[in-house]
């Protein structure tokens, strides 16, 4: 069975339309239709019913699903651990968001490398969404998020649960508010204190983005308190003590099965390790 249409039958089921599908693949919907025609004369079942708000799976294509995926992982295990190099006993892909990336992903590589340097260790930076899709399709081990969708067969592990401060500028004084994007739980908890900290002056969707902005022009907002710390201990940033504090859980999220393996294991113990030792 042809690995590219098997993916592309599952970004098909991701999206709920084939021109999503070609978009995300970065080929053309003639292709997406022509490759789901084989599939299904393959299979002899019908996968799809087309319509004009996009296409939903037939009960043939709901059954298939599941093996799609199983035939994606398998097909990426068998590809990651071919490409092993010598003196290496295996591979462990580990993917964060933009803002676990730093310190919590970089010490759990160098985690790696010290306590268990045999097993290589591909890591990459992404949206969840991104990194949740990649989760499916085997391309990666374990993820690093703060809202992780629940998947069936795969484990959302808590990691921490940090804290979203109050800071402000000690160099630049302003009272401009800058509001940060952490996601649908913190504008939930944000919006019962927003009477509080007042309007925003300015909109930001990435925290160090927000922070780099309240460092060179002033200003106050939230972000998490592990990437404050240095900033407040060097003399850059204050808390407002007296302002609300929010609750940020992180998690990890790896297949079930994928966690029999020996590698991941490891990687998993490691990382356990490291958040302890904080």
């Known amino acids: 069975m042809d690995i590219d249409r098997v993916r592309t039958f599952l970004e098909i089921v991701q999206t709920g339309s084939f ?8 080929v053309t919907q003639t292709t997406v ?21 996009g296409a939903r799976l037939t009960a043939a294509g709901a059954e298939f699903e ?17 490409a092993v190099p010598p003196g290496r006993n295996g591979v462990v892909s580990i993917g964060a968001e933009l803002s676990l990336w730093n ?3 970089v010490d759990w590589m160098a985690g790696m490398k010290e306590r268990d340097p045999r097993v290589l260790v591909r890591a990459r930076v992404g949206m969840p969404e991104t990194l949740v899709d ?7 081990d374990v ?14 592990e808590l990691l921490m649960e940090e804290q979203l401060v109050l800071v402000r500028s000690v160099q630049n004084a302003s009272d401009d508010y800058v509001y940060v994007d ?15 900290l007042g ?6 969707s990435f925290g160090p983005l927000g922070l780099s902005y309240i460092l060179r022009a002033g200003g106050n907002g939230y972000f998490r308190l592990g990437m404050v710390t240095p900033l407040i201990e060097a003399g850059r940033l204050e808390l407002v003590e007296d302002a609300p504090r929010f609750t940020y859980p992180a998690y990890a999220v790896y297949a079930e099965e994928a966690a029999q393996r020996p590698e991941i294991a490891s990687a998993l113990k490691i990382l356990q390790e490291i958040l302890k030792a904080k």
């Open 19 to 26: 021109l999503r599908a070609a978009e995300r693949l970065h």
């Open 143 to 156: 993820a690093l998020v703060y809202a992780p969708q629940l998947i069936p067969d795969f484990k959302v």
């Open 103 to 105: 310190p919590l992903l």
């Open 134 to 140: 990649d989760l499916r399709t085997g391309t990666l």
């Open 199 to 204: 309007d925003p002056a300015i909109f930001a």
């Open 33 to 53: 239709s022509a490759r789901i025609r084989t599939l299904e004369e393959d299979l002899g079942r019908k996968l799809f019913v087309r319509n004009r708000n």
């Open 182 to 196: 952490w996601g649908p739980a913190f504008a939930a908890q944000h919006g019962t204190h927003a009477p509080i």
């Open 66 to 82: 599941r093996f799609a995926q199983m035939f994606v992982q398998v097909w990426e295990r068998a590809r990651q651990q071919l």
